[in-house]
């Protein structure tokens, strides 16, 4: 299974970016998606998730009104948009697939493919 993330790249504090992260072949073993972000020097942590079938979505505390992670089942493509972007969001962002409902969605151990990650820089 191969996740690919796009849509990183260099924007200025107060922009936007929107992510994209294509799961094509990932129908059955999969429950969800999630987003993770790791900057340099820090651990990888929890940004997004969301369930395939109802649409529930997660948000870490620091992106919670600025961020929105959305589904298009029929491509099976995840997506995240980010919103008044801080220079604190500067990181490699990873998408993940989630394969059942009892899997933390907030945690690395909740998932089980990943892609390879795309760079979002935000400049001051």
């Known amino acids: 299974v191969q996740l690919q993330a796009s849509g990183g790249g260099l924007v200025q504090a107060g922009g936007s970016l929107r992510l994209s992260c294509a799961a094509p072949?990932?129908?059955?073993?999969?429950?969800?998606m999630g987003w993770f972000r790791q900057a340099p020097g820090k651990e990888r942590e929890f940004v997004a998730a969301i369930s395939w079938s109802t649409g529930s979505t997660y948000y870490a505390n620091s992106v919670k009104g600025r961020f929105t992670i959305s589904r298009d089942n029929a491509k099976n493509t995840v997506y995240l948009q980010m919103n008044s972007l801080k220079p604190e969001d500067t990181a490699v962002y990873y998408c993940a697939n989630r394969p059942y409902s009892s899997a933390s969605y907030y945690s690395d151990y909740g998932y089980n493919y990943w892609g390879q990650g795309t760079q979002v820089t935000v400049s001051s």
């Open positions: 072949g990932l129908t059955l073993s999969s429950y969800g």
